[in-house]
């Protein structure tokens, strides 16, 4: 999937309109984390060396109903931006029309425009034909580097990318790269690791994986349900029952590649201060109680897995991670991964505040910036805002 790039083209004069990812937390009109911000200043930066009659950003923020609503308004990152760039940062409270081409006609010759959200406008979310050719209106050249939103086929991610040259920024090609290297030539052993919720969100990855790696190992609320497929007790644990048949499809096919956890924690209550305890599955669960994390036991065991791997993929938590007392398994995770010399690549928000949480980031090569992107493109799904751009 070889996709052109902000270096494959000419900047210089041209009128750069730029899908980025500013879905920031927002408290009280400020950006409370500005990790998504920051990540798309490489390219920006670049494209403003190229000396650009201007560049104009859009993304989305929040989940608004197709309508202009303040609290998810994207004025608060005005300043944000502007002092990790360095420079001016103009502000449209209008994504397109003339109000909009206003603003970026008039800004400073290779300054930066920001667009008030995508998200405001119906359009948007149906990939309406109309709303990307007025956004199309706005640049002479288009780049994606909204990796978080490839996965969407919207106006500003995939419909505009038909009306002018379309082109990948840094962040969207490095993400590709690490993520399509592990699914399409992986260095073996190739190890898999996935938590979270549910089974049922991450069917197609664990099908798709399973063909691909060399072990996949699963905690999280999804292992309870392969307990359960498995006939044993699980209390009062998150379970999905509709899936159990496609838990034991999985189990039986996986050919002992899918690996559960050996021992888990299990608790009276979905309590931080429960009482706690750890058990094999095979012995079940109490009435009453509930799995909440993984044992250090477990840990040990996954450890085998992962101490000769040369590559691995982690997404989702090992228990419930908003809990101190049931968060350790996900920590011991990282810290193996951390200390790891393998390629790891780690996906999902929760895996990714897991690494942030215990200071880890810069020990792990990749952390995607996309959860439900890299999910899909681990599962094998084409991502419309990747198909969109100019092949190299």
Known sequence: MAKKTVRDIDLTGKRVLVRVDFNVPIKEGKVTDDTRVRAAIPTLKYILEQKPR??????????????????????????????????????????????????????????????????????????????????????????????????????????????????????????????????????????????????????????????????????????????????????????????????????????????????VVIADAFDNEANARVIKPSDGVPAGWRILDISSGAVDDFRQYLKDARTIVWNGPMGVFEMPNFAKGTFQVAEILAESDATTIIGGGDSVAAVNKAGLEDHMSHISTGGGASLELLEGKALPGVVALNDR
């Open 54 to 263: 201007y560049v104009a950003l859009m993304s989305h923020l929040g989940r608004p109903k197709g309508e202009p609503d303040p609290q998810y308004s994207l004025k608060p990152v005005v300043p944000v931006l502007a002092e990790l760039l360095g420079t001016d940062v103009s502000f449209s409270d209008e994504l397109v029309g003339d109000k909009a081409r206003q603003v970026c006609d008039s800004a400073p010759e290779g300054s930066v425009v920001l667009l008030e959200n995508t998200r405001f406008y119906k359009g948007e979310t149906k990939n309406d034909e109309a709303l990307a050719k007025q956004l199309a209106e706005l640049g002479d050249v288009y780049v994606n580097d909204a990796f978080g939103s490839a996965h969407r086929a919207h106006s500003s991610t995939e419909g505009v990318a038909h009306f002018l040259p379309a082109v990948s920024g840094f962040l969207m090609q490095k993400e590709l790269d690490y993520l399509l290297k592990a699914i399409e030539a992986p260095e073996r052993p190739f190890v898999a690791i996935l938590g979270g919720a549910k089974v049922s969100d991450k069917i197609g990855v664990i099908e798709s994986l399973l063909g691909k790696c060399d072990a996949l190992l699963i905690g999280g609320g999804m292992a309870n349900t392969f307990f359960k497929a498995q006939g044993y007790e699980v209390g009062d644990s998150l379970a999905e029952d509709d899936v159990l048949d496609t838990a034991r499809d999985l189990l039986a096919k996986s050919a002992g590649k899918l690996i559960l956890p050996s021992e």
